[in-house]
């Protein structure tokens, strides 16, 4: 893939991490967050990976091995859907709308060429076809559709606009909620991811250039992005990583729906367990001006019954950082996965660059999160009354 354009424009500082390879900020973060947050600016996002599928089997075999039921998906309908492992870890995630004749698929840029990998290794006998299109398609996102529109018009090959409308914002009944809806930031997130062709990215460039629309970067799109609790691929997953500790149950998988890869432990961490590690956001102390990067350890301090004189707390360590950022209204914030048994009241410190930063920590998956099934307790056999 060449270069983004919008790397051209004026004050364009690139990203750096996760983001590589387009603009992180255009010199004011905080004022493209309020403007992105407005549906006003829009966002280059084309450091994502586009693969299609297609034939008159792709749906049916999608749904056979997804997360999220897609064998009936509408045309310019939206969904999401994670690929998992046999024990149900987290693999791939995948933004996915159907123009009626091909299904796009939407994936972070390093994970495009596993996950078409992935794919083709399992279409056997049916009548299907995968490619990795992230050369011909790049992806501009925003709040709005108009402020899409006002950068470039949707590309639509087979009549149907390829627009994926993010469904965090608003569960199917299907989904299941570990986080009440009551006060969930998801009901300000709103993004829109619009596929078009490379070529058309120097149109939105050229469009910034002209005044026809703001901008923002990477940095005020993870801003926001964290601040609505929404998990991410590229950086809240691990090798561990289940949905159900990141709420991703929320928008990725269809509890109506069985027979796929890890569908097992989906159903059994639901109903009978818990997740053995949740998702918090961190409230971050800005005295030292230290945002953490990702990794960073995460402990909390246990106090001894009777310290000696001058002794201090142990430290055990709880959880890592999985991404941070500094938000508009909320200051310095972070996700982290943490042990499922720390209280929901312990203050926490996060160990980065050699300084402690004082965290309070804010439930997304609750300390106490039950099993969604009460199985009664068996009487011992053999023991009578």
Request: with cysteine; charged share 25%; glycine share 8%.
């Amino acid at each position: 893939m060449s270069g983004s354009p919008f790397l051209a424009l004026d004050g364009a500082v690139p990203a750096e991490g996760i983001d590589e390879g387009v603009p992180g900020h255009y010199g004011n973060p905080i004022v493209e967050q309020r403007r992105l947050e407005r549906g006003e600016a829009i966002v280059d996002v084309s450091d994502r990976g586009v693969l299609t599928v297609t034939g008159p089997d792709r749906l049916s075999w999608l749904h056979s091995m997804a997360s999220q039921a897609l064998d009936r998906l509408a045309p310019g309908a939206s969904a999401e859907a994670l690929f998992l492992d046999a024990a149900g870890h987290i693999e791939h995630d995948a933004h996915v709308v159907d123009d009626g004749e091909t299904t796009w698929l939407v994936v972070e840029g390093s994970d495009a060429a596993p996950l078409a990998a992935f794919l083709d290794r399992m279409r056997f006998m049916l009548r299907v076809e995968v490619a990795d299109r992230s050369a011909e398609f790049g992806v501009v996102a925003a709040a709005s559709v108009a402020a899409l529109d006002a950068a470039l018009p949707a590309s639509a090959p087979n009549g149907v606009p390829l627009d994926w409308t993010d469904p965090w914002s608003e569960p199917a009944p299907t989904a299941h909620r570990y986080a009440p809806d009551a006060g969930h930031p998801a009901s300000e997130w709103h993004w829109i991811e619009r596929i078009v062709p490379r070529e058309q990215l120097s149109v939105a460039a050229d469009a910034v250039r002209a005044g026809r629309v703001p901008v923002a970067g990477s940095l005020a799109a993870e801003a926001l992005r964290i601040a609505a609790w929404r998990p991410r691929l590229a950086s809240e997953v691990d090798e561990k990583t289940i949905p159900h500790e990141l709420d991703w149950l929320r928008s990725a998988v269809d509890l109506g729906k069985g027979c796929y890869k890890g569908q097992e432990t989906v159903a059994k961490v639901l109903n009978l367990g818990r997740p053995p590690r949740r998702l918090v956001l961190l409230h971050l102390d800005g005295s030292d001006t230290v945002l953490p990067a990702r990794g960073d350890l995460v402990v909390g301090e246990k106090a001894r019954p009777e310290p000696a004189e001058g002794e201090e707390p142990e430290r055990r360590p709880v959880g890592r950082i999985t991404s941070s950022a500094m938000h508009h209204e909320l200051g310095p914030v972070a996700l982290a996965v943490v042990k499922r048994a720390v209280p929901a009241d312990l203050p926490l410190i996060v160990e980065s660059h050699g300084i402690d930063v004082a965290a309070a920590q804010v439930e997304i998956v609750p300390a106490d999160a039950s099993a969604a099934v009460d199985v009664p307790r068996l009487p011992r056999l053999g023991v009578r009354k």
